[in-house]
């Protein structure tokens, strides 16, 4: 009598639904959009990839086209795009770019934005404004974003406007690494920190113990109903004589930070040195960076720096490492909470 042959399902008897188990493996892919190409560059020669060959138009109406030129079918893609002073055009082709490759089957899409756009209009103020960087995390979820990357955000809590992951790195280690190098003797040991306002403070802290300095603060007033005025009041804080190293996330039109030096040199500061990530500098930011009271400036490429708006006392590092880094940690499924000692 012939024997019945027994057919064991191992996945069932594991606990495991039954399939079938293919050999696929996660591939990195970056893509860019048009905003900031030699830092996308630079981030894909750091990663050993480069970028993945994009088709870009504008038609004459005005209107995007965007086509990748290669299959992303089940790619891990991280999709950098800054922002400049084309940051509503810039912000469009973001998300017609995210659409395109949900469309096209990537498996994972983190849109990488150095500089988040709208970042200061994340709350009310006064009554009937809009919350501005909400609506651009949902028109970033909307386009089918699964993470986002970012650098010195404007307002930590912008990351939770986002239903997922959010990687909140800092430009502070590329920043800090420059100053060590470069400060003299004589200006680390009067060196202090200073915080343009009350609301960098906690910032201009950890500069503070970072560089072993001391740290002053200045309170400012700003009128509500007219955009980019500032008033200095008071320095909290010893700067006579000292070396002061100004700290914040951003330089628009340089107003904040040009009124906080020359208070500081009216108050007997013998340096003002600026230091900040994001150089966006809008008109006239550069004319009122190059007023006597400052001394040198140092920033990050988050945003295009065109030569026109570079000057001789203007310092622009390379943020390029820092991105391919977090961008390997999370492609890796490693930390990158561990590039900033747990802070991130």
């Known amino acids: 009598m012939a024997r019945t042959k027994k057919t064991i399902d191992l996945d069932l008897e594991r606990g495991i639904a039954p399939g079938v188990v293919t050999k696929t493996k996660k591939r990195l892919v970056v893509v860019a959009g048009r905003s900031h190409p030699e830092l996308a560059q630079a981030v894909g020669e750091q990663l050993g990839i480069g970028i993945a060959p994009t088709e870009h138009r504008t038609f004459a109406s005005g209107e995007i086209y965007t086509r990748f030129e290669v299959s992303m079918r089940g790619s891990d893609v991280f999709l950098i795009q800054s922002f400049s002073q084309s940051v509503n055009e810039e912000l469009m082709e973001m998300l017609i770019m995210l659409d395109a490759l949900k469309r096209a089957s990537a498996k994972r899409v983190t849109v990488v934005v150095p500089y988040y756009p709208y970042s200061r209009q994340d709350k009310k103020g006064r009554g009937r404004e809009p919350i501005s960087a909400r609506l651009v995390t949902d028109l970033i979820a909307t386009a089918g974003a699964d993470r986002i990357m ?6 930590s809590q912008i990351q939770g406007f986002f239903d997922g992951p959010v990687d909140h790195l800092f430009a502070k280690p590329v920043l800090l690494r420059h100053f060590e190098d470069t400060l003299t003797e004589e200006e680390r040991e009067t060196l202090t920190v200073v915080s343009p306002d009350m609301g960098r403070v906690r910032v201009a802290d950890t500069w503070s113990d970072s560089l072993s300095a001391p740290l002053a603060i200045i309170h400012k007033r ?10 200095v009041h008071e320095i909290v804080g010893e700067v006579s004589g000292r070396t002061c190293l100004l700290v914040d996330d951003m330089i628009d039109t340089a107003g904040t930070i040009v ?7 009216a108050n007997g500061a013998k340096k003002v040195i600026v230091g900040a990530t994001h150089a966006i500098f809008s008109d006239p930011a550069v004319e009122r ?4 009271s400052v001394d040198r400036v140092v920033v990050t490429d988050t945003v295009p720096i065109p030569p026109e708006r570079r000057f001789e006392k203007l310092t622009v590092l390379s943020a390029a490492p820092l991105l391919a880094r977090a961008i390997r940690e999370v492609f890796d499924d490693g930390s990158v909470t ?7």
Not at 222 to 231: G, T
């Open 150 to 155: 970012s650098v010195d955000l404007h307002a």
């Open 222 to 231: 700003r009128d509500p109903k007219v955009a980019n005025q500032v008033s």
């Open 259 to 265: 009124k906080a030096a020359q208070a500081l040199k």
């Open 289 to 292: 960076l190059q007023d006597a």
């Open 338 to 344: 561990s590039m900033f000692d747990g802070a991130a």
